[in-house]
């Protein structure tokens, strides 16, 4: 059954005519929604990167923050948008910039629990640079909390990854924090 055929089932069991004239084509453009909120799937952390690293000598935190993410909880399939904070202490190589920001996205596009996309994105700044530590921060609002359950507004979620220097060093962090706040 294609992604398509589910989505009319999808409609049938919400009690919907998906052949009235406003769902005649929604099953298909459903699909292909899901396709592209799910793109991440088909996307390869080397094709990313593409070599884009660069000699550099600076030992100091490379930052790129509020970087927009938009994903889908695993839990209900609703979204989940916030932004991302990655920052990395190079060792000899730094990334190019365009390139944390894709990291960022080929993994939200994913079925996923902020929790998990954290460490994801942590793992692979660190995989790829190579770097002496790697911190990644994420703030979101979920709408499976917003939109049903509790129903609470004004709710976000933070969570955060700290690796190597990141984790262990107490001022780095803390130079980290403060330069995303």
Do not use: W
């Amino acid at each position: 059954m294609s992604l398509e055929e589910h989505y009319t089932a999808i409609l049938q069991q919400l009690g919907e005519d998906p052949s009235r004239e406003g769902l005649r084509d929604t099953p298909l453009r459903a699909a292909k929604a899901m396709q592209y909120l799910c793109r991440g799937y088909g996307q390869d952390l080397d094709e990313i990167v593409n070599g884009a690293l660069f000699s550099s000598d600076t030992k100091e935190i490379v930052l790129v923050k509020n970087i927009e993410l938009y994903s889908l909880c695993e839990h209900h399939m609703l979204p989940f948008i916030g932004k991302a904070h990655v920052g990395y202490l190079p060792n000899g190589k730094v990334l190019g910039l365009s390139k944390v920001a894709r990291i960022v996205d080929m993994y939200a596009r994913r079925l996923q629990i902020q929790e998990n996309l954290s460490r994801q994105i942590a793992e692979a700044v660190l995989q790829v640079t190579g770097a002496a530590g790697v911190a990644v921060v994420i703030e979101a609002q979920h709408m499976c909390m917003m939109m049903r359950g509790v129903e609470k507004q004004n709710s976000s979620m933070v969570t955060s990854v700290m690796l190597g220097e990141f984790h262990q060093n107490a001022a780095t962090r803390a130079e980290f924090l403060n330069l995303i706040r």
